[in-house]
Each structure stands twice: as C-alpha cells, then as structure tokens.
C-alpha cells in the first residue's frame, strides 16, 4: 500500500477552516483514501472515505485532485472539540493491512 | 449498535510477567485487528484475523506475543514474558470486511510495565 505523509501538527482558531493535506504518491487504481480522528484515551475513530473528486459529510469533506497523489480533509468551522489528531489512510480491497502514520494533531485554540 | 468492548481498561504489572486483553467485536464483523500504539506514535498492526482465520501477523513478536479469535467471534492478545518496550495502548477494532471497509475501534486497553 502507498505511503502516507502529512504534516506533524497543525494550530488553528475556533471558526476556522482547517485543511490537512495528505501526500500519497504511490496510490494504486483499486486504492482508497481514508480518514481517522483519535481523542486521547480514545480509539481512532472513521471520518470520511472517498476515491476522487470530492465527498462531503455531516463532519467533513474530502477533496482529491485527478492524479489521486494528495488529498484534503477539510474541516469546517472548527471548535475546541476538533482538537486531535488525524490520520490518513490509504486503503484497497484486496486485503492489504491499514497502516497507520504519525498523524497529524490539531490543536484549536479559543 | 453496541460498539467493540475492550476489558481491562488499564493493567499495570512487572516486567517477565505475563497479561491478557480480551476483545469483543461488533456483531457480524468478520474481520479483527489488534493495534499497538505507543505514547506519541499512530497505532502500529499486531495481528488481523478474517474470521477465525490469521490474515496477517507480520508484526507481532511471536517469541512472547500470542493471540486468537475462537469461534470467529471474541479474541484475546497475550503477552508473556512483558517487557518495558511493551507499554503502550492496545487497541482492537473491527470491521465487516477488511480494505475499503471502515474500522470500528475499541477503547483501548493501557498497559504499563514496571
């Protein structure tokens, strides 16, 4: 599966847009992009898939340009709850174990 | 929709000691992870299991790591003798089938080794 990197850390402020970019240079056609968030003491928990263009739910959206080597989850008007770390994953179907990174952790300030 | 339980929620013991987690995944999901995640670090894939199957183990230190998944159902990681290297969080997860299928996560379990 593709390696992943993204930034280590992130700060914003409340009512912000935040945008974390994901590098995946090495994608496969038959590969997805997935996002987890993790609060302390807590699992990682899913956020959003997609496998180009845009998706967009109740908590974020994902956006992937055509050649599929980067993506961005962007998270509207963030509050101090968003606070965390996230990780993005390239993932298939074809039984390739999910690899987590380092993350990214978010840090909203009031 | 009861989500996957993880028990103990912390553990200390001693080094050269031995400790079991227990996982419970969410009914119906055929596939089970188990996660080491060290403080500061994302969670690093011990073991996958499909059912009652081994899918992958790659990673985990079999000299003193064991884990299984009896009837397909609940699963258990062992780990004997511990070592300082071992404290960490242990998280299970779940999904219906593995790849483009989304993780469902425990609470993890937090060991530390003394």
């Known amino acids: 599966l593709a390696k992943t990197t993204q930034p280590i850390s992130m700060d914003s402020y409340e009512g912000q847009e935040v945008n974390i970019t994901c590098s995946h240079n090495?994608?496969?056609?038959?590969?997805?992009i997935t996002w987890y968030q993790q609060f302390p003491s807590q699992g990682p928990r899913f956020i959003i898939q997609?496998?180009?263009t845009k998706v967009t739910n109740e908590v974020a959206s994902l956006f992937i340009p055509a050649d599929r080597k980067s993506s961005t989850l962007s998270l509207p008007r963030v509050s101090l709850s968003d606070t965390a770390v996230y990780y993005c994953?390239?993932?298939?179907?074809?039984?390739?174990?999910?690899?987590f990174g380092q993350g990214t952790e978010l840090s909203v300030k009031p | 929709e009861a989500g996957v339980a993880q028990s103990p929620r912390y553990k200390i013991i001693e080094k050269r000691q031995s400790v079991a987690f227990w996982c419970n995944p969410i009914?119906?999901?055929?596939?089970l992870y188990w996660y080491q995640q060290i403080l500061g670090q994302g969670p690093k894939l011990l073991i996958q299991?499909?059912?009652?199957?081994?899918?992958?183990d790659s990673q985990l230190p079999k000299d003193r790591f064991s884990a299984e998944r009896l009837k397909g159902v609940d699963s258990t990681l062992k780990i004997q003798p511990a070592k300082l290297e071992d404290s960490a969080v242990y998280l299970c997860?779940?999904?219906?089938?593995?790849?483009?299928?989304?993780?469902?996560f425990g609470s993890g379990t937090q060991l530390s080794v003394l």
């Open positions: 299991f499909q059912n009652n199957g081994v899918v992958d």
């Open positions: 997609g496998y180009k």
């Open positions: 994953l390239v993932t298939n179907n074809q039984g390739g174990k999910l690899i």
């Open positions: 090495n994608i496969a056609t038959n590969d997805y």
């Open positions: 997860a779940s999904s219906l089938t593995d790849g483009t299928e989304k993780l469902f």
């Open positions: 009914s119906g999901h055929a596939t």
